[in-house]
Structures are given as structure tokens and as C-alpha cells.
């Protein structure tokens, strides 16, 4: 393959590898871990070092490939980081001693041409770009000077090992964001755990490092780097360069004599000079940390199922209780419970002892006097009777609501994690909606409305009879529904009235409609009941909209690391003939 065809397809395998980098991302973004299950605790932080890292490095990296070779000095508390970074830029940029203890803000050291790599948009975008000194942790300071060759820029950061822990996550951010890692310590710290644990996560994801053991007495540092080799090779980092920094009078300025930085100096030099070099290591650490990333992935993706399963338990909770009180409801509104207090006084007012019934049974010549007797005063008791329906009913279903609403808490409260969700929801579960009440009486004025429909509809000739325009269609509207919630089996107060209404029904339009009417009715009042119900128990059995929780989030996670691998796998099988990562 011909460097310009080798060049075309690194080109076209980058910018695949971005998408897919992007890809994944959102699908980590996706697979929100919002309940509290065992474990759950340490995968969210993983999670959020996964997408920390691919927005800090991995997806600004693959953006610009021919950016400079970051450099991040790092390392342990007093080994001299900020004097090793003044002395080899050879002026002091980073301020040691008495006004930085220990260094807050990062500072970024750059050739004055190469500004543009290090903007807001590039790596870190969460931290602000300043160019004055600053202990802003959300801030990174950029000094150009011509003392860092172009190629090569460096970058001071806090101690890994600081008290402050704001100082460790920063440190620890901004060594995932190298493409180097310059990891200084001394010959008091370079035993010690802490170092040496970030040191294992460079050599598991194959992040390039070079290790400077610095201020360390002349006299011992052959000694010291010696058993400091061996301990780098015993723990996977045999291949990586071992700078020793001898002790020395640090100047005001804060600089070692150039001497002793000198083997480090060239060796940076030599890298900025060498593009492959450069791009050998970028094409390492990139490489290992897509690979690193992708199998934290899979953990993940696991986690966010068994979200999904614990949100479809919580679900299955929610539906059980509000079918328990759903059947108690329809119960109520079918069984004459309603048939009682004010309902039953206005509606035994309107359908009277029977002189009602037995006018509009009389003979077709004595219709017309009898009815103007009967019917008198029939059209407002009809309408309070509707009134003490829509009231009735309205009491009813809130109640039933509220019910519902504290059982469906209460199931959730004897779960750890669905008390959880009960305690920072925006609304309170364990109520019903504030505006169910309003919803209801909006639904029950529509079912009334709708039985006038019907009864309009589906009366046919009957409703040109005398029998029909006496009573009207209000009047057998109500009568319908006040029959409706009656029921088969009324209690005892109600019976004689019920059977009245029934009778009234099947007199004006005949014993076939009346039962259809009456069927119709009944399941118009169920569906919506069951409806009203139905929106309250949204309010749980949504929550992957709620929580943001797709249902297929786990599964897209996989297949975004998945396709991830295949890419680097390919470009691994192409390395002999020019292929990266």
C-alpha cells in the first residue's frame, strides 16, 4: 500500500473510529442508573469516568490527531512537579512555595503557533481557559512561550495524593486527558501505594509514561532508580523511560541548575521533532483507552437492565394496586352504593310514587290530559338529579384516587429503591393528582352528556311519542344513569324507585332498547373510570420516560462498544501496513 493509500485509509479509519466513539457516548448517556440497587453506587461512577473521559480525551484527540503531544506532569505531594516544569521550560511559568502549596489550577505550556489546539472546544471543555494565574479548579491556565518546541506541550498538575480532595479528582482528570504522562516522585515517596495505583491504570490501558524520580540525593540516585526500575517492571512498565533529578539549589525564579533537567529536555525535544514518534505514542494511549473503555462498558449496560427489570417490578407493584381499587370502584358505581343522601332524595322526587309511570301506561286518549298533570315541575328535578350524579360520582372516584394513590406509596416504600423514587419525585405519589377531581368532572358531565346522545339515538320512532316528549331526553338521560348505578341487586332504600325507572325506561322506548341503553351505558362508565385511573397510574408505570430510562438502553450500549472493538480489532489486524489504534 503506498504511504498516500496508507494515509487515506488511517484517515477514513479515524473517522470512523470518532463516530463510533460519539455513538457511544450518547448510548452511555442513554443508560441512566437513577435507583439505588446493590452495587449500583461504583457503576454510576464508572459510568461517569467512562463519558468524563471520551469528552477530556478520547473524542477531542480523535478530532485532532495532529495536535500536539500533551504531556501532563503528575505525581506525589512535595516531589517537586512544579520546579521540574519551570526548569524545563527554563523560566518559571508555574509558581512553587508559599502562594501554591500545592498547584490547584493546571497550567498548560505551549509554543505560541500551536495556541488553537489547547482552545475551549479541544480537550477538557469543562475547564475555563484563563491566561492569568489562578486556584480556580475549574480553570486552566495557557502560557505561550517559545521555550516548548513545537509538537509538545506540558501541562502542571495537582498531587494525586493531595489532602484536598478536589485537588485528587482534578489530578486524576487531567493525567486521563495525556497523551504522556511525565509521573514524578522522590526518592521519600516512590514507594508509596498511591502513586503507584494510578501508575497500574496507566500500564492496564497502555497510556505512555515516563517516570522522573526526583529530588533525590546524588549520592543515591543510581541506588534508588535501580529499585525503582524493578518495581516499574514488576508491574508492567519496564518499557517506559526512568529519568533521575538530583537534588540541587532551586534559583528564586524557581529552577534547577539546566543540568540536571537536561536528559529530560532532549528526550521531549527529540519526541517534538519526530512525527512518528509523536504519533506512535498518541496512536498508544488512544488505543489502550478506547480498549479500557469499551470493557467498563459491558458492566454497565448490564446495570442499566437490571434498572429496567427493577422499574418494570415497581411497575407490576403500581398496576396491582390500582386494579385492586379499580374493581372496587366499578363495584361501587354498579351495587346502589351511590343510591343514597341527596341522589336518592332528588331522584325519588323526580320519579315520584308511580304517577309518573302509570300516566304514560294509561290508554293513548287519556295520554295527553294525564301527562300535563304528571310531567309538571319533571324537567328541573331532572336536572338536580343529574347534578347529584356528577356529585356523587365525582366524591367517588377522588376518593377511589387517593386510595389507590397510598397503597401504590406505600407498595413502594417496602423497597429500598422505590422509596427512593417516592422521595425525590417532583409530585407527592402517595396523593392523588391535584387536578383528578377536575378531570372527573369533566368525564362524568361526558358520560351524562353522552347517555342523552344515545338516548336521543337510539330510541327511533319513540321519540315522536307523547310517552317520549314528556319525559324528554334529559329526563331519560338521568333515568338511564341513575338505573345504571343502581345495579342488579339495589339496596333495600332504593328498590322501589329503581324498578320504577327501569319500568319508565322500557315504557317509552320499549324493553329491547331499554336494555341496550343500559348495557351501553354501564360500559361507557367503566372505560371511563377506568381511564381516569389509568392516568393516575401513569404517574408510576412511566417511569422510563420519567427517568429517562430507555428500554433498550443496555442492549444500543453494547452494540455502540461492540462495533467500538470490531474497529480497533481492524485496525490492529492492519498495523503491518499502516493501520492505528
Not at 180 to 191: C, E, G, H, I, M
Not at 348 to 360: D, M, Y
Not at 422 to 433: G, I, P, Q, Y
Request: charged share 25%.
Amino acid at each position: 500500500m503506498t504511504a498516500s493509500h496508507r494515509g487515506q485509509s488511517d484517515e477514513i479509519a479515524g473517522s470512523q473510529m470518532l463516530t463510533e466513539m460519539v455513538r457511544l457516548r450518547g448510548a452511555l448517556q442513554t443508560a441512566a442508573l437513577p435507583l439505588d440497587l446493590p452495587g449500583v453506587a461504583a457503576l454510576r461512577e464508572h459510568r461517569q469516568e467512562v463519558i468524563d473521559q471520551l469528552e477530556d480525551y478520547v473524542i477531542p484527540r480523535l478530532m485532532s490527531m495532529d495536535a500536539p503531544l500533551l504531556a501532563v506532569v503528575g505525581g506525589s505531594t512535595g516531589a517537586g512537579k512544579s520546579t521540574l516544569v519551570n526548569t524545563l521550560v527554563g523560566h518559571r511559568v508555574t509558581t512553587p512555595g508559599v502562594l501554591r502549596p500545592t498547584t490547584r489550577s493546571p497550567v498548560l505550556v505551549h509554543h505560541p503557533d500551536e495556541g488553537q489546539w489547547f482552545g475551549q472546544d479541544r480537550m477538557l471543555p469543562d475547564l475555563k481557559r484563563v491566561s492569568h494565574p489562578t486556584n480556580d479548579h475549574d480553570c486552566i491556565q495557557l502560557v505561550p512561550t517559545d521555550s516548548v518546541p513545537k509538537g509538545v506541550a506540558i501541562l502542571d498538575a495537582p498531587d494525586v495524593d493531595s489532602v484536598e480532595e478536589r485537588n485528587r479528582i482534578l489530578a486524576g482528570q487531567l493525567l486521563s486527558a495525556a497523551d504522556l504522562w511525565l509521573f514524578v516522585t522522590s526518592a521519600a515517596r516512590y514507594s508509596d501505594q498511591v502513586p503507584w495505583e494510578y501508575l497500574k491504570q496507566a500500564a492496564e490501558r497502555s497510556t505512555a509514561v515516563a517516570i522522573v524520580l526526583d529530588r533525590t540525593p546524588p549520592d543515591v540516585v543510581e541506588t534508588v532508580s535501580g529499585h525503582l526500575a524493578r518495581m516499574m517492571a514488576a508491574r508492567g512498565l519496564k518499557d517506559s523511560p526512568l529519568f533521575g533529578v538530583a537534588e540541587g539549589p532551586v534559583t528564586d525564579d524557581g529552577l534547577l541548575p539546566l543540568a540536571h533537567v537536561a536528559e529530560i529536555r532532549g528526550w521531549l525535544e527529540a519526541l517534538a521533532a519526530d512525527t512518528v514518534a509523536r504519533s506512535a505514542i498518541v496512536q498508544q494511549t488512544v488505543g489502550g483507552s478506547i480498549r479500557i473503555l469499551t470493557r467498563r462498558v459491558y458492566p454497565i449496560a448490564d446495570a442499566a437492565e437490571e434498572q429496567l427489570i427493577a422499574i418494570g417490578d415497581l411497575a407490576t407493584l403500581v398496576e396491582r394496586q390500582y386494579e385492586i381499587v379499580s374493581k372496587q370502584l366499578l363495584t361501587t358505581t354498579s351495587d346502589g352504593t351511590l343510591l343514597r343522601g341527596d341522589l336518592l332524595t332528588r331522584w325519588q322526587e323526580f320519579v315520584g310514587s308511580g304517577e309518573l309511570i302509570r300516566s304514560l301506561e294509561a290508554k293513548v286518549g287519556f295520554v295527553r290530559e294525564r301527562l300535563v298533570n304528571a310531567i309538571k315541575g319533571k324537567p328541573q328535578q331532572a336536572e338536580r338529579v343529574a347534578v347529584a350524579i356528577e356529585t356523587g360520582l365525582e366524591t367517588l372516584v377522588v376518593e377511589h384516587g387517593e386510595q389507590a394513590a397510598a397503597r401504590a406509596a406505600a407498595a413502594w416504600r417496602a423497597t429500598p429503591y422505590g422509596a427512593q423514587l417516592v422521595e425525590v419525585a417532583t409530585e407527592d405519589l402517595s396523593r392523588a393528582t391535584r387536578d383528578l377531581r377536575r378531570r372527573a368532572d369533566a368525564e362524568i358531565q361526558a358520560w351524562q352528556a353522552e347517555l342523552q346522545e344515545l338516548v336521543r339515538s337510539e330510541s327511533g320512532e319513540a321519540r315522536t311519542s307523547a310517552r317520549f316528549l314528556a319525559v324528554g331526553v334529559r329526563g331519560l338521560a338521568v333515568t338511564l344513569a341513575v338505573v345504571v348505578l343502581g345495579g342488579e341487586q339495589p339496596p333495600a332504600a332504593a328498590a322501589d324507585s329503581l324498578r320504577l325507572g327501569a319500568r319508565l325506561l322500557e315504557t317509552v322506548v320499549g324493553p329491547g332498547t331499554a336494555g341496550m341503553l343500559r348495557h351501553r351505558a354501564r360500559e361507557s362508565l367503566e372505560d371511563r373510570i377506568r381511564a381516569l385511573l389509568a392516568g393516575e397510574r401513569n404517574r408510576y408505570v412511566a417511569p422510563a420516560d420519567q427517568w429517562q430510562l430507555a428500554p433498550d438502553a443496555g442492549e444500543q450500549l453494547r452494540a455502540a462498544a461492540r462495533r467500538v472493538d470490531d474497529l480497533r480489532y481492524a485496525a490492529t489486524m492492519q498495523k503491518g501496513t499502516g493501520g492505528h489504534l
